[in-house]
């Protein structure tokens, strides 16, 4: 990219999969370009560690704003007038403002107008109930129409939700994920089998491991339902609550307890040894009971080379099919252990799905798929 590229804003201090995302990404732009965050936290760090350059200018009554929030008060909109000046300024010496996420699309588009630089919104969002509320799904699409030169989304289903609700087809461009290979090659035997002791499991245990920030979305529960039904199988929850959901944290602990699979459930927190973790596992599961926009963690898991079970919805079947893993309903517990059996029970039939699963994640999802897409949808906006 030449000098005076993009400059990408981002809401998030924290490290979710859309943060990730932009981490690959805005390395792969270079100098020219840079990272405004509206919050402070890890993903700043994790971008100054690539060499990525990063400013942070922090959101106030802003950041109490749901997605789920029919109407922001007075205050909000102050702070987002006071962030979008902000951004216009520091937007005057590049070519793009890039928003990755819905709140950074908002000052963004604030930020465009006054800096008349053209806003490229990358949607990672499934932008339908109950996801969000009618009101904030009609309030965004009006926005794009008016304020978007280009709307980047990470899934098809992420389009398909976008034009459904009004978004105009011809601002849309769809561009998957790409995940870096590197680290999931680089995990050992010798580390996987290290990352397994850590862990203290019984010798011989069945271990399936769901990756992902706490949230009712995300399924959690659905697979601690599904462990109640598989005695002998043990489950790892890797993730935290990354928005406020530490009450639903709470609650799986508790149902955990209630239904007598305490022992079995461990409960990891945000890790940063995804890669080790996957194959100290011997199935990935994927719970989520909503859409999911696109889902980085169907990726990893086939990368590990572990066969992967995914609720089929959204993004998800753009990834993954019933040649490259298992596909269930979303929210079917049933279906969940009935799946998890069938792969322990089948060992050379879940080393077939992990292979193939492997193949394909190469092949489809790589960083540099990822940056070309990129380039090209806003290569005239440049
Ligand atoms: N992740 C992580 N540590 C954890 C749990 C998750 O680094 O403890 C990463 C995971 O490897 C994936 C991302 O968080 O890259 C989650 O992205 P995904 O697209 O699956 O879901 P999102 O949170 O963006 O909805
Ligand atoms: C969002 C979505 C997730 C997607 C990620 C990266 O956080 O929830 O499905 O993989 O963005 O685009």
Redo the contacts with the bound molecule.
Sequence with gaps: MSEGGVLFVDHAGVL??????LLDLSAAFGAGSEVLLLADGPFREALESRGVRVHVEALGALKHVKKETRIPGPAAFADAARIATHVSKRAKSHRVIYANSQKAFVVAAAAGLFARRPVVW?L???LAPPHFSGTNVRAAITLANLRAARVIA??RA?AAAFTGAGGHESLVRVVH?GIDPAPFDAVTIESATAARAALRLPAGAFVVALFGRFHPWKGQQVLLEALARLPRVHALFVGAPLFGEEAFASALQAQAARTGVADRAHFLGFRADVPELMRAADVIVHA?VYP??????IVEGMLAERPVIATRA??VTEIIDDETGVLVPPNDAAAMAQAIESLAADPSRAANLAARGAARARAGFSVTAMVRGVEEAIRDLI
Excluded: K
């Design positions: 979710g999969g859309a943060e990730l995302s990358h990672r969002d499934i990470n899934s992420t994920n989520s999911e926009p696109f889902g980085r963690v959204g993004g």
